[in-house]
């Protein structure tokens, strides 16, 4: 009967500690009208920019075709996914955005974040309960403070991180089971399942179970015991990872040529801020949007559970060689915020871009460990500890009072040291004369305290509205379905609006977008190259031409019914789309087909074998690009430079030459403009090249409509200016931004389609007729006509792709430092394509090798339970 009730209270104390956490934050996106309960939405920075359109994706992909679990043509020009899941998607709980399309992916962001609320709550009440750190009610504050801590209300849109939020305690338990009990089985478990899961945060758990297992070790009686737990300690790590291989193998390899690019190869012994000013994060709120990318560790648990944790190394009923060495670990995460070899060891090696020391929450964890190891059942303060808690609150906030901090108010500093004031007079209380009501009062200081914390900070972001994502979403939605049930081929599309980089995913249509951080550099470095916005994880294919809209294979082409609407944010102008024909429209998008595009894989000269990029013209080098392709000399350039008919000079010094000139203020109060005024002498093809430099130092304006283009490109771009307009002048306006401007590249180029389509009719004699496609297979057959022994395609290179010619391997050439091509003689050829993550098969054997390897060595008796209910220390 005892034990039905104990296990009663415990589901309840269970349940409440998941529900908390979810009413708490539930009822404040409620206030907020956060979508399915209004008109806003959770929508806000790379949460709206990249993986609300990476859940599109992934719904997509389990839905419609499996395939692209591996490989998408919706990655830039494509790419491996396999480790880009690992990193962004592996989440179970993801599984539940099946149930919400398209508009309606909102609703189900929603869900599951508050999911991870209440999950991350419950998994550590779980902790406690079988620990026996905490009992009863009193569990809900730790639980709450664990699921609100600062870090997590900081990166709540950073959803693919959260889950680490919910599998530490159930690692951290399961660590306790192998140091004490000599029962690994827990352990082994759920580090696999958070190595798979997502394996850079796992990085950061497994550094942390070093530290845990240094602060268990004193508890240990003698050093046999201990080296025999750290003996299991490293075996079981060791057949984590090795069950988990099966992702990890292929992730290392994708990271290698992708992320893995940008790792640091020298490292700095410096601070990376004074350290003191760290202690402004004690104050409840302490975060706003200037905190995200480039700001201090995110770790506030409130200020009684902080101040316990503190107290934890003056509490003489814990050994003190444990406190001395839970202080080393202390000062160890503390070193880590603001030193950078430190800070470098926890991100893998990498600086992160945005949201900086993403391993605060495991400092979070800690503090609460402490506080929990700390506020037992008869603890209070003594007087000397009073004193000595009050002078430190009291030097802390004088301290961050006279910081000068955008994410600080006069308000919140107030707040929070009324709350610090308060714990400490909770902390004096002693708990015998009234145990209900002083657990009580500490549950509802903890709650209060890390709730108000959490509102605070939250209201500093702003958010996308439910319309402006629904309505975009919609429109595009209708229109990739519309050329998808019209054309089953394999084929990109283009477009002049945007959302996001990562539209493709979002619509789930090949193109020539991305935004992601596991994106292979050799992607922005050609497009770059051809003139189009690119840099370190993303690419925008928003500046193509004639010629690159044919060789990449862009057969239709999306664009806004009116210019003038701003419901799609213009990407790019294409007057050489005017005269495509029209093949399908909804409400605000126009649907056109471009005749002259080639399939992915086409006949081509074996002179693009040997092509190197020499040249920094974009326009050049897409010229070189195709000649070679067609068998023609490269020195015969397609693009011709244009003169302009007059320039007008307003408030700078007058030029003979634009391009390289650096143009000055003369008046510094007055507007200064250069203007460019060209009329085109045929019906051809005319860009306007322009350097990286001008977009910091001056603003475009195309016949005085504004230029819609991102401004973080590190290349020379190429902007389309105008198509059959013979006779009809185009004025570009230059307005200075600062008091200087350095016109880089600035050109007027003309295509001349004469030979443009002679080179294209060559190209187009030799298409693989595709029989069957799929994400990872492509099968067809070619005839190479004579003068084309290659057959290109415009798919990235990659280790992966595996190619069979007539039943035969082939072998593949890389080309422009980007495409995969096969030589082959002239002839008719079955041709098959296959992509296989690299070491996906290794580590599938690997998996499954440890795994059972680790399951006859769990029944071993030696590894068996021991009838220890509970951890020792």
């Not at 790419?79 to 599984?95: D, H, I, V």
């Not at 730790?142 to 889950?163: E, K, P, R, V």
């Not at 995913?505 to 050609?526: A, K, M, R, V």
């Not at 019906?683 to 910091?696: A, C, H």
């Amino acid at each position: 009967m005892l034990s039905a009730y104990r296990k009663h209270q415990r589901l309840i104390i269970l349940t409440v500690s998941f529900l908390l956490p979810v009413v708490l934050m539930g009822g404040y996106f409620i206030c907020r009208q956060m979508a399915p309960f209004g008109s806003s939405s959770l929508l806000t920075v790379d949460l709206g920019q990249q993986y609300v359109d990476f859940f599109a994706y992934f719904r997509a992909a389990l839905l419609h075709h499996p395939t692209s679990l591996f490989y998408s043509f919706a990655k830039g020009l494509g790419g491996e996914m396999w480790g880009t899941n690992a990193y962004y998607l592996f989440s179970p709980l993801n599984l539940l955005l099946l149930c919400f399309p398209g508009r309606y992916l909102t609703s189900g962001i929603m869900l599951i974040l508050l999911l991870r609320y209440g999950l991350a709550g419950l998994s550590f009440a779980w902790l406690m309960t079988k620990t026996g750190w905490q009992s009863g009610p009193r569990i809900w504050a730790f639980s709450t403070a664990y699921a609100l801590n600062g870090w997590m209300i900081a990166n709540q849109l950073n959803m693919l991180w959260l889950d680490a939020l919910i599998i530490l305690p159930l690692v951290i338990w399961g660590l306790l089971k192998l140091l004490h009990q000599r029962q690994a089985g827990t352990y082994i478990t759920w580090l696999t399942v958070m190595m798979i899961d997502n394996y850079y945060m796992a990085w950061m758990i497994c550094l942390f179970t070093v530290l845990l297992v240094a602060w268990q070790l004193p508890v240990l009686e003698d050093w046999r015991q201990r080296g025999r737990a750290l003996i299991r300690y490293g075996l079981s790590s060791l057949a984590a990872a090795g069950i988990a291989a099966v992702t990890l193998l292929p992730t290392i390899y994708a990271l290698a040529q992708s992320k893995g690019t940008y790792t640091e190869n020298t490292i700095h012994s410096r601070w990376e801020y004074f350290p003191f000013k760290m202690l402004a994060k004690l104050v409840p709120g302490s975060f706003n949007f200037d905190q995200m990318p480039k700001g201090q560790p995110n770790y506030y648990i409130g200020a009684l559970l902080m101040l316990a944790a503190f107290l934890y190394f003056f509490n003489r009923r814990i050994r003190l060689s444990q406190r001395l060495t839970a202080l080393a670990v202390t000062a160890f995460f503390l070193l880590s915020f603001c030193y950078e070899p430190l800070d470098l060891l926890w991100h893998a090696g990498q600086f992160p871009v945005w949201y900086p020391y993403r391993f605060s929450f495991l400092f979070s964890c800690w503090c609460i460990l402490l506080a929990a190891k700390t506020l037992q059942p008869g603890y209070h303060l003594s007087r000397w500890q009073v004193l000595l808690t009050l002078a430190i609150v009291a030097a802390i906030f004088t301290y961050v009072s006279q910081l000068k901090l955008s994410y600080l108010s006069t308000s919140q500093r107030i707040i929070g040291l009324s709350f610090a004031i308060i714990s400490i007079a909770c902390l004096t209380i002693p708990r015998r004369n009234s145990p209900r009501m002083y657990d009580f009062l500490l549950i509802c200081l903890v709650i209060c305290d890390v709730a108000t914390s959490a509102y605070t900070s939250l209201n500093n972001i702003a958010y996308v509205s439910q319309g402006e994502f629904a309505n975009y979403t919609t429109q595009l939605d209708q229109a990739s379905h519309k050329i998808k049930a019209s054309d089953h081929g394999l084929f990109r599309v283009a477009k002049t609006f945007t959302r996001t980089k990562d539209d493709p995913f979002q619509g789930d249509f090949n193109s020539g977008d991305h935004f992601g951080s596991t994106l292979e550099p050799i992607i922005p470095n050609f497009m770059g190259a051809i003139g189009q916005p690119a840099g370190d994880g993303f690419v925008t294919y928003a500046n193509g031409t004639q010629v690159t809209d044919a060789l990449l294979g862009f057969k239709y082409t999306m664009s806004k019914r009116d210019p003038r609407s701003t419901q799609m944010p213009i990407s790019g102008y294409r007057p050489d789309w005017n005269r495509q024909p029209v093949t399908n429209f909804t409400s605000k998008i126009v649907i056109k087909q471009n005749k002259q595009a080639l399939p992915l894989a086409f006949g081509a000269n074996r002179e693009i074998l040997g092509l190197a990029h020499t040249t920094l013209d974009p326009l050049n080098y897409q010229s070189q690009i195709m000649q070679a392709l067609a068998g023609r000399p490269i020195n015969h350039s397609l693009f011709t430079v244009q003169n302009f008919t007059a320039v007008r000079f307003i408030n700078v010094q007058p030029a003979r030459q634009i391009t390289g000139t650096i143009f000055k203020k003369k008046n510094l109060l007055k507007p200064a403009e250069v203007q460019l005024k060209f009329t085109p002498p045929t019906n051809d093809s005319y860009y306007l090249t322009v350097g990286p430099n001008v977009k910091d130092d001056v603003s475009i304006r195309v016949n005085n409509r504004a230029f819609g283009q991102s401004n973080n490109y590190r290349d020379t771009i190429v902007i389309n200016l105008a198509h059959r307009q013979k006779g009809k002048p185009v004025i570009i306006t230059l307005r200075l931004k600062k008091m200087a401007a350095w016109l880089q590249n600035v050109s007027v180029y003309r295509l001349n389609q004469r030979p443009f389509n002679t080179s294209l009719r060559t190209l187009q004699q030799s298409p693989l007729k595709i029989n069957h496609h799929s994400s990872t297979t492509i099968t067809g057959t070619v005839d190479l006509k004579p003068g084309q022994s290659v057959l290109m395609t415009t798919i990235p290179a990659n280790a992966g792709w595996h190619v069979t010619v007539n039943g035969h391997p082939a072998t593949t050439h890389t080309v422009l430092g980007t495409f995969m091509a096969i030589p082959l003689a002239p002839g008719h050829y079955r041709v098959k394509l296959h992509f296989r993550p690299p070491f996906l098969l290794l580590g599938g054997v690997i998996s499954i090798i440890s795994l059972l390897l680790t399951l006859s060595l769990l029944h071993l008796p030696a590894l068996r339970k021991l009838a220890h209910p509970r951890i020792r220390e």
